[in-house]
Structures are given as structure tokens and as C-alpha cells.
């Protein structure tokens, strides 16, 4: 996909999730190197990265990292590899990375109970002057 900066990684996040909301939210406030560009999966830029990277929609509980040209990743690898690029105390879960795989069943059980404990938007959010150039 021509269209994508080649020098950022991209978050595709549920855009009417309050908790992937606020997971965006901290993403951007302790990413200093300017590393990351957000698109909701719900978008037309969304639905057109999951079908070039070969993910379908319906199969899409999940955040996704995806490094254009490069590889893209799911739940909590992706969380990991995200965590390793932040400026916070986070970044300590980035040296679990080796284990990522194993930690699916408690991201899974999170992201199937989101809604019911964070709640969900009527559409997505929309960002700030400030703000829009982080999003595709």
C-alpha cells in the first residue's frame, strides 16, 4: 500500500472500544520518537490494510501492529512490541516478547470481555487538531 508512511508502524485498534481508546490515548502521550500512526479498524484505510495483510474482519478481536513492508503482529505480541518502543515503565513488559504467544489466553479474555467492563462508543473518536497527524 503506497499510501502508508513507510517509516512509522501502524496501530489498527477497535475504534468504538473505550478501553482501545484509552490504550491510543497513552500510546500517543509516551510516544516520543513519533513511532506510531493509528487507524480504527472500523475505517476504510482499516478494512483495506486487514485485506492487504490477509486478515479478515471477522477474525479481528485484536489490536494489530503492522510494520509496512516488514511483518504485522496480534494481541499480546503486538501490546509487547508496542510497549517496547514507549517512554514509560511500560517497556518493561517488552522483554517478555520471548513469551508473547503464551500470554494470548489473558489477552483474549480481556478483549472479549471489553465492552461489558469498559464500554463502547457509538462511532469512532474523532482526534484533535493537535492529534490528527497521528492517524491515518
Known amino acids: 500500500m503506497e499510501n502508508l508512511p513507510k517509516d512509522k508502524k501502524i496501530i ?11 490504550s491510543v490515548q497513552f500510546i500517543i502521550k509516551h510516544d516520543d520518537k513519533d513511532i506510531f500512526r493509528f487507524v480504527a479498524i472500523q475505517s476504510e484505510l482499516g478494512t483495506q490494510i486487514l485485506k492487504h495483510i490477509g486478515v479478515k474482519t471477522e477474525n479481528t478481536d485484536s489490536i494489530i501492529l503492522y510494520e509496512p513492508g ?12 508496542i ?19 503464551s500470554f494470548n489466553f489473558i489477552y483474549d479474555f480481556v478483549a472479549k470481555n471489553r465492552y461489558k467492563w469498559y464500554g463502547k462508543k457509538e462511532s469512532c473518536m474523532i482526534p484533535t487538531p493537535a492529534l490528527k497527524s497521528k492517524f491515518l
Open 70 to 81: 516488514i511483518a504485522y503482529y496480534f494481541k499480546a505480541e503486538a501490546a509487547m512490541r
Open 12 to 22: 489498527l485498534f477497535d475504534g468504538v472500544c473505550n478501553l482501545c481508546d484509552a
Open 83 to 101: 510497549a517496547k518502543e514507549l517512554n514509560s515503565w511500560h517497556k518493561i513488559v517488552s522483554y517478555l516478547t520471548f513469551t508473547g504467544k
